[in-house]
């Protein structure tokens, strides 16, 4: 009983940590919003939390296909919300690496952005 509380509480902790990360990085990278923004022209800060939310998210990804027995469990993969999931953390990537490749300075794309959220 206590592990699983335990497990709960971390799973909890590391999912709300990720979103309040993924709501302050969008705000932060997409177009519309960057000039008011902590990581402009800082570009260690935008690396370090790029860093930190594809690490959130590569978690996650772990977790999921250790949920399915590393793909195993086939009814695990063909369930609606694990679909999601997988498709959410496929677009945070996305999101990520095209930020970063436009330079983060502004190059988060909206539309990515709002896709990945109404994912997550």
Do not use: M
């Amino acid at each position: 009983y206590n592990q699983v509380c335990f497990y709960f509480l971390l799973d909890f902790v590391v999912y709300i940590s990720f979103y309040v990360v993924w709501i302050l990085y969008i705000n932060w990278t997409a177009t519309t919003t960057i000039s008011n923004s902590p990581l402009y022209r800082n570009r260690w800060a935008a690396v370090l939390v790029s860093v930190i939310l594809l690490i959130l998210n590569t978690i996650f990804v772990i977790k999921e296909l250790a949920e399915s027995n590393w793909g195993k469990n086939r009814r695990h993969l063909k369930a609606l919300w694990n679909i999601v999931d997988f498709i959410s953390s496929v677009l945070v990537y996305a999101y990520v690496l095209s930020a970063g490749a436009a330079g983060i300075d502004g190059g988060g794309s909206v539309p990515l952005g709002v896709a990945t959220t109404v994912f997550l």
